[in-house]
Nanobody, 123 residues
Framework: QVQLVESGGGLVQAGDSLRLSCAAS????????VGWFRQGPGKEREFVAAISRSGGNTYADSVKGRFTITRDNAKNTAHLRMNSLKPEDTGVYYC?????????????????WGQGTQVTVSS
């Protein structure tokens, strides 16, 4: 019954912006940290950003200053605003939930995952 649905991906040019959304259902959203991960072609899934249950943000060095993660517990949603996109940002982006007060940056720590949304950045 738990479901996470990502949306907002697409094809953009380098320097453009996108906002990804993650809609959650079937659980108490406010009890979970939200993480965003991405997986490029032939690469392992990597951490992008996370927001804790209390609203604290953590970012990968590669996206620091360009991406912003937010959450709206009243709407059971989280967002990832991506600015100044680069070709190396290309990949499938996943949102995930982690029922822990500690912020994790590795996939095994997360309990639930969405299906992913494709982001393609052309040069």
């Amino acid at each position: 019954q738990v479901q996470l649905v990502e949306s907002g991906g697409g094809l953009v040019q380098a320097g453009d912006s996108l906002r990804l959304s993650c809609a959650a259902s079937g659980l108490t959203f406010s009890w979970y940290a939200v993480g965003w991960f991405r997986q490029g072609p032939g690469k392992e899934r990597e951490f992008v950003a996370a927001i804790s249950r209390s609203g604290g943000n953590t970012y990968a060095d590669s996206v620091k200053g360009r991406f912003t993660i937010t959450r709206d517990n009243a709407k059971n949603t989280a967002h990832l605003r991506m600015n100044s996109l680069k070709p190396e940002d290309t990949g499938v982006y996943y949102c995930a939930l982690d029922h822990d007060v500690v912020t994790h940056t590795t996939p095994p720590e997360y309990d639930y995952w969405g299906q992913g949304t494709q982001v393609t950045v052309s040069s």
